[in-house]
């Protein structure tokens, strides 16, 4: 896989070029997950294995670790949780008419939703999906954070238009867990989300274009940017960048 580089600030700013990639189109894909619950290693292990080996013909996986915080107890609190996340799950699981939210739970390009640990549904859905119309979007470092461009939505959007989100996410990290169902277990996860926010929205009238501001984060993360139907959870576009501590690989 090339990259591109850029300097940003004391860091390496790395656009993935696989995304951008004609011949593969951009999935993204989201697990709900707790370090709290004894069922999630599995699903964790399946969302690194999709980062890494890219196992899908014609689509660029995109992973999001969103980190749920209903499990933490007095015993174990989840270091990567929010209740944002925990909400944001629960808007997937209002749409799904799903009777309660669960996990670990997969969610491939805001509509396809499964057991996180079942990797031949991922693949399955993730081959589908990358088969839809996409939208092009695009980040890239400025003196300030980053800036994020959104194409037009498609004609067949219609008059609808789509909610676009920035996500900052650590690269990676793991945890001795000391209490809860997983007790004793050494936990690995990457592309944990650290904070999501709605930028504006785009649609077939025009394209999208803005700066953000960068937050405090640790020497390796990714920027991750999507747009989203507010009603269907549909994703009609996503794309990764990461930055990485200066002179890494």
């Known amino acids: 896989m090339s990259q591109s580089r850029r300097q940003f ?34 699903a964790d292990l399946l ?10 013909p014609g689509a660029a996986i995109i992973v999001l670790s969103e980190h749920v915080d209903y499990w933490n107890s007095a015993a174990w609190k989840d270091p990567y949780s929010s209740a944002v996340f925990s909400r944001r799950q629960q808007t997937y699981a209002n749409r799904s008419r799903l009777e309660s939210v669960y996990t670990p739970q997969m969610i491939v390009d805001g509509t396809t939703e499964f057991v996180g640990n079942d990797g031949r549904r991922a693949q399955s859905a993730i081959a589908a999906a990358a088969k839809e119309e996409k939208i092009g979007i695009r980040i890239a470092p400025v003196a300030s954070g980053v800036h994020v461009e959104v194409d037009a939505l ?27 169902e997983n007790k004793g277990r050494r936990l690995h996860h990457i592309a944990m989300a650290r904070r999501i926010e709605k930028l504006g929205t785009v649609s077939a009238r025009a394209a999208f274009s803005k700066d953000a501001p960068a937050a405090a984060s640790p020497a390796a993360m990714r920027w991750i940017a999507f747009a989203q139907d507010p009603g269907s959870g549909r994703i009609w576009g996503s794309a990764m960048s990461s930055v990485a501590a200066s002179g890494s690989r």
């Open 154 to 180: 498609p004609k067949s959007a219609g008059r609808r238009d789509a909610d676009v989100f920035l996500v900052q996410a650590d690269e990676s990290g793991t945890n001795e867990v000391a209490g809860g």
């Open 9 to 42: 600030g004391a860091a390496v700013f790395s656009s993935l070029a696989l995304a951008q990639d004609a011949n593969r189109k951009p999935v993204l894909v989201e697990l709900f997950t707790s370090e709290g619950c004894s069922s999630c290693p599995p």
């Open 47 to 56: 969302l690194e294995k999709l980062d890494r080996l890219q196992p899908v």
